[in-house]
């Protein structure tokens, strides 16, 4: 009888039936701990009651609002929370929007001082300055891209510092356009919030943890070659005329079968700005290929969900 049990166990596992299972067992190690988010927490406060300050006394033009984004706070983030995504939202007094890319300083703007050399707001000189205020405090800051990265190494965190202006009708907010250029980029972090929430919803909970292995693949098997926003985007793209997932197998299966269409290039899940990608190559694009290929293989169904964790490592 006891074995005749634990073989309908293992049939249901395979056929990826059930919400735990294998990859239920996965995503308990690669979630992150509450630990973890406490530690998050407490260290977003802290940095944000700094940089507060620093605007009071003129270091960096000052802070009106800040809110968590990213994949963190959309929920799809795996350990360790090496990028903690904070949103500074700065003071747009003495400032012209022209588009979506360049931003006017008035004459008498305490923006004067980080204009470019065409007379616009540098996004660059915004970055450099927040990242002058902070070494007297964190040892480990350095400008990523878009962000101002401060390595934790204690706790193993990254908070990554996104100066940003808001619009009259807030529909969308601006912040560094990131590749060495001093303009800037249309976005809605909570608009992607949204989005995701709600197909999340749609099927069942199980399309954030779905996000969480894709990740987890593209860090154990795909050498992180896919950025973590191009990973959710497709996610997007792919279930959002999807009938809901009964288990993370059969989601997986979705994906992956779906996957090569959005690796170059996945349109902008908000409909504000450009397709997304994560720079690839031709020779990435077909490593990439490979490697979704092998996924698809123990994601047949003549694979139990067993191989495919295994396969992930």
């Known amino acids: 009888m006891r074995d005749k049990k634990y073989t309908l166990l293992s049939i249901l596992l395979s056929l990826g039936s059930t919400k735990g299972g294998k990859v239920g067992f996965l995503l308990n190690q690669i979630r992150p701990s509450q630990s973890e988010i406490d530690q998050?927490?407490?260290?977003?406060?802290?940095?944000?009651?700094?940089?507060?300050?620093?605007?009071?006394?003129?270091?960096?033009?000052p802070i009106v609002n800040d809110f968590l984004t990213g994949s963190y706070k959309r929920g799809t983030k795996i350990t360790p929370l090496d990028d903690v995504d904070?949103?500074?939202?700065?003071?747009?007094?003495?400032?012209?929007?022209?588009?979506?890319?360049?931003?006017?300083?008035?004459?008498?703007?305490?923006?004067?001082a980080y204009k470019d050399?065409?007379?616009?707001?540098?996004?660059?000189?915004?970055?450099?300055?927040?990242?002058?205020?902070?070494p007297d405090i964190y040892s480990n800051v350095k400008r990523d891209g878009q962000a101002l990265n401060i390595w934790l190494s204690s706790?193993?965190?990254?908070?990554?510092?996104?100066?940003?202006?808001?619009?009259?009708?807030?529909?969308?907010?601006?912040?560094?356009?990131?590749?060495?250029?001093?303009?800037?980029?249309?976005?809605?972090?909570?608009?992607?919030?949204?989005?995701?929430?709600?197909?999340?919803?749609r099927h069942n909970g199980l399309l954030k943890d779905i996000i969480r292995v894709v990740k987890y693949w593209n860090k154990k098997k795909n050498r992180n070659r896919l950025r973590s926003y191009h990973i959710e985007a497709i996610a997007v793209?792919?279930?959002?005329?999807?009938?809901?997932?009964?288990?993370?197998?059969?989601?997986?299966?979705?994906?992956?079968?779906?996957?090569?269409?959005?690796?170059?290039?996945?349109?902008?899940?908000?409909?504000?700005?450009?397709?997304?990608?994560?720079?690839?190559?031709w020779n990435q694009i077909n490593l990439t290929q490979q490697e979704i290929n092998k996924a698809l293989l123990y994601l047949n169904w003549w694979h139990s969900e067993e191989d495919f964790v295994n396969y992930l490592g």
């Open 155 to 201: 706790y193993d965190i990254g908070l990554d510092l996104v100066p940003s202006f808001t619009t009259k009708d807030k529909d969308y907010y601006l912040i560094p356009y990131g590749h060495g250029k001093n303009t800037w980029l249309k976005t809605n972090p909570q608009k992607d919030e949204e989005i995701v929430n709600e197909l999340d919803k």
């Open 86 to 112: 904070i949103f500074i939202i700065l003071n747009g007094s003495g400032l012209i929007l022209y588009d979506s890319n360049r931003i006017g300083v008035e004459d008498d703007s305490i923006y004067g």
């Open 237 to 281: 793209n792919v279930f959002q005329y999807q009938s809901s997932i009964r288990s993370y197998i059969e989601g997986l299966r979705i994906y992956f079968q779906n996957f090569i269409y959005y690796v170059s290039s996945c349109p902008d899940p908000t409909g504000l700005g450009e397709p997304i990608t994560s720079n690839l190559d």
């Open 40 to 61: 998050a927490s407490k260290s977003h406060n802290y940095v944000i009651y700094i940089l507060k300050k620093k605007g009071e006394s003129g270091d960096i033009p």
């Open 117 to 134: 050399d065409h007379g616009f707001l540098s996004s660059i000189k915004i970055l450099e300055a927040f990242k002058r205020t902070l």
